[in-house]
């Protein structure tokens, strides 16, 4: 069951890659409440707060030139040309001064210059995937139930 629950989890993410003069944008890239919270009276008898929320759209320029849509917060992967690995968690504060990329998160900041940048990839949560998985665990260890009482 433990399997599962993994495997649950590591499909719940979407990855793109995205070229290094668009992780500027990434700053505009949340997850924010919208609208009064609302508390209702649970089905055990206790209250229960329910929250609005919507998540930013962002267009980023894929290294072919496509455009990829980012939506909600978004953690930042860099690979550097000298073979470093560099991760961000967001949310993610970025600019560009002159041809160096200055990066702050919570739990790091750094600066690189855009040449250096081998790789530069954004990962977010998918609600569709998150979904997928979810309904597609529960149809699947229903089944399991199920199958020795037929």
Excluded at 5 to 17: E, I, N, P, R
Excluded at 59 to 85: I, Q, Y
Excluded at 115 to 136: E, F, Q
């Amino acid at each position: 069951m433990r399997y599962i629950a993994l495997l649950a989890l590591t499909a719940c993410y979407a990855t793109v890659d995205i070229r290094a003069d668009q992780i500027p944008k990434l700053s505009d890239a949340r997850t924010y409440a919208v609208g009064p919270a609302v508390t209702t009276v649970g089905y055990d008898g206790n209250l229960v707060t329910y929250q609005g929320y919507d998540r930013s759209r962002l267009e980023l320029l894929a290294p072919d030139g496509s455009t990829v849509v980012e939506k909600g917060d978004a953690d930042l992967d860099l690979d550097t040309t000298d073979g470093r690995h560099y991760h961000f968690e967001h949310p993610i504060d970025a600019t560009l001064e002159g041809d160096t990329l200055v990066i702050r998160a919570d739990d790091r900041t750094g600066r690189i210059a855009l040449r250096d940048v081998a790789r530069a990839r954004v990962r977010s949560l998918s609600y569709g995937k998150t979904i997928g998985a979810t309904v597609g665990i529960s149809v699947g260890v229903s089944a399991l139930l199920l199958l020795p009482l037929l």
